[in-house]
């Protein structure tokens, strides 16, 4: 649903859904496809988040347009259940939270480029670094902006894809802590799996990311926020030292997860109804694209919906 996520949904308690994201979607679209989210499941999905997390704070991850349930309405729902760091990949949806007045702390997971640093600094979004390029450029926006720029670092712990290196982690955070106009918020790595056996690779892989933050400790390094886990490691009861968790999948009722890999069970959908108007019924046989067209079509009557793939909707 283009602009929001809930429609006609009522809560737990029964309250109907805001009328604010109703009148948004009415005004975003004539379309007719619908896609219902149940906002209580995503509550009670958060709720279970947070007991598996006991004393570590939960951030959410709202990438992908909210892994495709509606950046606005999910983030709104999350704010509005106590969530306080909204954590994203895409630039321009988190640009679109701050319009829609959603003023918690909202991390860049690491697409932020240097011509968006001036504008990122402006919409109070808190960029990742894991170079030195990054460092010096944030900083010197930082102080065109007259501001401090807050900032976090991913560190590669083993996953090879972003962040720097494990073993050159202590320098470059005691090097940003010492960056005047850099703010440090945090310290971040990612060790996803989905498999048996990749949870055996995390494990073996986190030991260096933890050391890493008991060795800033030791000297001293006030880093406000650790985070190593995501869904994968918390519903798989991996070991953390961490003050933090970053959790996506399971908030959503998914898994990242293998079957018998880790406890899901109770975990619950968001999707209530995905609806499209029909625009044509006709009696099978009045074409012949039988068995051309996406495949044969052996019901007496076709009906035919308004929504197809650029709805998300697959064959
Ligand atoms: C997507 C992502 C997460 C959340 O992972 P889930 O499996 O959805 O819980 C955490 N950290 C980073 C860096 C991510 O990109």
Not at 68 to 94: M, P, Y
Request: aromatic fraction near 6%; hydrophobic fraction near 45%.
């Amino acid at each position: 649903v283009p602009g929001g996520t809930e429609t006609t949904g009522s809560d737990a308690s029964g309250c109907r859904g805001t009328p604010i994201e109703m009148r948004m979607i009415m005004d975003d679209t004539l379309r007719s496809p619908m896609l219902d989210i149940d906002l209580s499941a995503l509550r009670h999905n958060l709720g279970l988040v947070r007991a598996m997390a006991g004393d570590r704070e939960v951030i959410a991850s709202i990438k992908a347009n909210a892994y495709g349930f509606g950046v606005v309405g999910i983030s709104r729902a999350l704010v509005a259940a106590g969530v306080r760091k909204l954590w994203t990949g895409n630039f321009d949806e988190a640009v679109a939270l701050r319009a829609a007045g959603i003023d918690a702390e909202i991390l860049l997971f690491g697409g932020a480029e240097p011509h968006q640093y001036e504008a990122l600094l402006r919409h109070d979004l808190q960029p990742t670094i894991f170079d030195d390029a990054g460092a010096s450029g944030l900083a010197a926006a930082a102080a065109a902006a007259g501001k401090a720029a807050p900032v976090w670092i991913k560190v590669d712990a083993g996953l090879g894809r972003l962040g720097v290196p494990v073993d050159e982690a202590f320098a470059f955070v005691r090097g940003v802590v010492a960056t005047p106009g850099l703010a440090l918020r945090g310290v971040y790595s990612h060790l996803p799996f989905g498999s048996a056996d990749g949870r055996q690779w995390a494990l073996d892989r986190q030991g260096a990311f933890q050391r890493l933050i008991a060795r800033l400790a030791e000297a001293g390094v006030a880093v406000p926020v650790t985070q190593l886990w995501g869904s994968s490691g918390l519903l798989t009861g991996l070991p953390d030292d961490s003050n933090a968790v970053c959790v996506g999948h399971a908030l959503y009722g998914l898994t990242p997860l293998e079957p018998g890999v880790g406890d899901d069970q109770s975990f619950r959908p968001l999707v209530r109804s995905l609806s499209a108007g029909i625009i044509r019924i006709t009696e099978a046989g009045a074409g012949d694209g039988g068995t051309g067209g996406y495949g044969r079509i052996d019901n007496r009557l076709a009906a035919t919906a308004a929504i197809g793939i650029g709805d998300g909707l697959r064959k």
